[in-house]
């Protein structure tokens, strides 16, 4: 006994696919409509597959003129697929960027990726025709998340947890080193003794610190340790080569020659990109990530600055961000403002960052080292940071900074 169609449809639905259109011409006219039947086929030489129901004019198009092209779509496009899926009256080309391909076919300049093809083959299939293509044309226009199918509805890609979560603390020296310049007496000021303890307790702890300027880059001085921001190439001379000192640099102008010249020192570089989460810096985020990329830093990260950044807003930028900088993950720096923090660190956990800068106690108001470990142990994602003995380090600051931490999770970790 067969299948009865509405049963197929269903459980067919529950296998999630990307979202394509397949476009083809005719003359001077173009026309297309949206599909999720589309698979490779071959790498060498180069084949997709696209099916086809023979009772619309795509495919009556297509068999006609023995071309198509397929343009995948993003997160953000979900309107075009609807436009191409019939759901919306006018004409499907209007308002959106389209060029034509070699083969004459047009492909969406704003796609995910595109392929041009020529129909190698034509099977039948049923109430479909399988039309293989040979890829004669591809590009990747933009990167970004890219939109599903899935039961009937379109949608974007699930939010799996990383395995691990990772820490580096960018404040705590900085912090301790202004304090040890501060003038008046305890409980106002730091001892150097209590300085160095508590970072070579950091340390200990599995957590790279970053040296501030000027004790991590003084002229005969000692060889920083963990990481260092380097605003020039002075600095950057300062820096024994081959030291397993990371480098890190704050976009500018300069900023690409300065990762090419620590590479060239054998050094680790993080480009890191200011303001990141800002609503009117969307596109400057993006250019500042590809211009790291191309000079080939080890990492990139994000820092939101002084404006706190809502969840939807870090989900916008990751969700871009990511796609652009794979195979690398991109590292956050993120604030606690308003109980703001811990929520954008799980979307960020949930949008692919796994390496987070942070500081001891979130004692320069940026996120609290502990708990950041203390949510990613709540959600069971492992770390390869000693929790135990930050946590005993972050009490030890508390005793020595006279007051309260802004930070919590010491307590429940003790």
Not at 52 to 70: D, N
Not at 228 to 251: C, K, R, S, T
Not at 320 to 348: C, F, I, K, M, Q
Not at 376 to 388: F, G, K, S
Request: glycine fraction near 10%.
């Amino acid at each position: 006994m067969g299948v009865d169609p509405q049963t197929f449809r269903t459980v067919l639905g529950q296998w999630p696919t990307g979202v394509a259109v397949v476009t083809t011409t005719a003359g001077d006219d173009w026309h297309g409509m949206t599909a999720s039947s589309f698979s490779s086929v071959s790498l060498d030489p180069p084949l997709v597959l696209v099916c086809l129901a023979r009772g619309i004019y795509t495919h009556t198009l297509v068999e006609r003129s023995g071309v198509f092209a397929v343009s995948f779509l993003g997160k953000d496009q979900a309107a075009i697929g609807h436009r191409f899926a019939g759901r919306e009256p006018g004409d499907r080309f209007a308002g959106d960027p389209w060029a034509a391909a070699p083969t004459g076919a047009p492909v969406l300049e704003a796609a995910l990726g595109w392929l041009d093809c020529r129909v190698a083959h034509a099977y039948p299939g049923g109430d479909h025709t399988i039309f293989v293509g040979e890829v004669t044309a591809a590009r990747v226009p933009r990167r970004t998340a890219p939109l599903l199918f899935h039961s009937r509805a379109w949608g974007q890609l699930a939010d799996p947890l990383p395995d691990t979560v990772d820490i580096a603390d960018t404040g705590l020296a900085a912090a301790l080193h202004r304090r040890l310049r501060a003038h008046g007496s305890a409980p106002s000021r730091v001892s150097p003794a209590e300085a160095a303890r508590l970072l070579a307790s950091v340390r200990g702890a599995g957590v790279r610190l970053r040296t501030p300027p000027p004790a991590g880059l003084a002229p005969g001085g000692p060889v920083p340790e963990g990481s260092v921001l380097v605003e020039d190439e002075a600095q950057l001379a300062l820096v024994p080569a081959d030291a397993g000192v990371v480098v890190e640099v704050v976009d500018g102008p300069c900023a690409p020659d300065l990762v090419q010249a620590a590479r060239l020192r054998g050094l680790a570089a993080v480009g890191r990109v200011p303001d990141a989460f800002r609503a009117d810096r969307h596109a400057a985020v993006l250019a500042a990530i590809d211009r790291f990329a191309a000079a080939g830093c080890t990492e990139i990260a994000l820092d939101e600055g002084p404006s706190a950044a809502s969840p939807l807003r870090v989900r916008e930028v990751l969700q871009d961000a990511v796609a652009r900088t794979r195979p690398l993950t991109p590292r956050v720096r993120l604030r606690e403002s308003r109980g703001l923090g811990l929520v954008n660190a799980l979307t960020a956990m949930k949008s692919g960052v796994r390496h987070f800068d942070v500081t001891l106690g979130g004692v320069d108001g940026g996120l609290c080292a502990e708990d950041v470990l203390f949510l990613a142990a709540q959600l069971e994602v492992a770390t390869p940071i000693d929790r135990a003995a930050l946590a005993a380090a972050s009490a030890d600051l508390e005793a020595i900074w006279g007051a309260a931490l802004p930070g919590r999770a010491h307590r429940v970790a003790s």
